[in-house]
């Protein structure tokens, strides 16, 4: 019986080998697609200069992890021209280049952290057979590309801690769809106000009643309204409530 579609591997692979070491289910594979094509200058190369092999983890076999040692060619370029004399074979979109995981893994991974977060994954990679830790997971989701700004009328703006208050970032918010769009790496007001700068669409700053956020809306978004969030104008009115009481109190001893 073909071993290929049970591992559903795509075109251009052959299963040469299996072993088993301990748990992992290994198996050796060799690409055999006719030529590559230069990553530099796009021409199919069929020159064969080496083999090495790699070694790649991919979906789990019911319950057994997998991984598979894949013997991969480097080729010469001939195109005389072409500063690349010799590459790798390029085997996307099954593996990306330097990658130790197949693409698919790397997928099933990212969907698992972005239903999970990275704790709560490593228990369910783990009952699945993939080897992984939270770390990984964390970079998985990482990974993804991050959504466009795109047009931003109302915007909110506060500070947040990153390490139990010992480093401030600034978190930013459209308050018309009330989603977090982006999150800046310090407080600074250069830093806002230059994230500012790039949104002229920006007609409203609300934002906390320290001077930072206030500095950075008058530079980089001036033709903007600013006013306090609520949040911070309640808290405020509660300080200076609570301070207005005790002196009330201490003046009726
Ligand atoms: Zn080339």
């Known amino acids: 019986m073909p071993i290929i579609p049970l591992l ?4 251009g692979f052959e299963v040469t080998a299996f072993s088993r070491q301990e748990e992992t289910l290994c198996v050796s594979l060799l690409s055999t697609q006719a030529c590559s094509r230069c990553p530099l200058c796009g021409s199919a190369a069929t020159r064969i200069h080496s083999r090495y092999q790699r070694k790649l983890a991919d ?31 390029r085997l996307a979109p099954f593996v990306a280049p330097r990658a130790r995981v197949t693409q698919r893994l790397f997928q099933i991974v990212q969907v698992i952290g972005l239903a999970t977060g990275g704790r709560l994954g490593v228990r369910v990679t783990d009952r699945l057979g993939i080897q992984t830790t939270r770390q990984t997971i964390l970079r998985r989701i990482m990974a993804l590309p991050t959504v466009p700004v795109g047009h931003i009328v109302e ?11 010992r480093t401030f970032g600034t978190i930013l918010v459209n308050l018309q769809t009330r989603q977090i769009i982006d999150v800046l790496a310090d407080r600074k007001t250069e830093t806002s106000a230059t994230w500012m700068t790039s949104h002229p669409e920006i007609r409203l700053v609300s934002r906390d009643r320290g001077g930072d956020y206030a500095s950075a809306a008058a530079t980089g978004a001036p033709q903007a309204v ?21 002196r009330h109190l201490a003046a009726g001893k």
């Open 8 to 11: 559903a591997l795509p075109l």
């Open 59 to 89: 979906l789990p076999s019911t319950g057994q992890p997998v991984r598979f040692l894949l013997s991969v060619r480097k080729f010469f370029c001939d195109v005389s021209t072409c500063p690349r004399k010799i590459f790798t074979e």
């Open 155 to 165: 915007l909110g703006i506060d500070d947040f801690s990153f390490r139990r208050g």
């Open 226 to 246: 600013q006013c306090a969030d609520r949040f911070h104008m309640l808290k405020n009115l509660g300080e200076a409530l609570e301070g207005c009481l005790s």
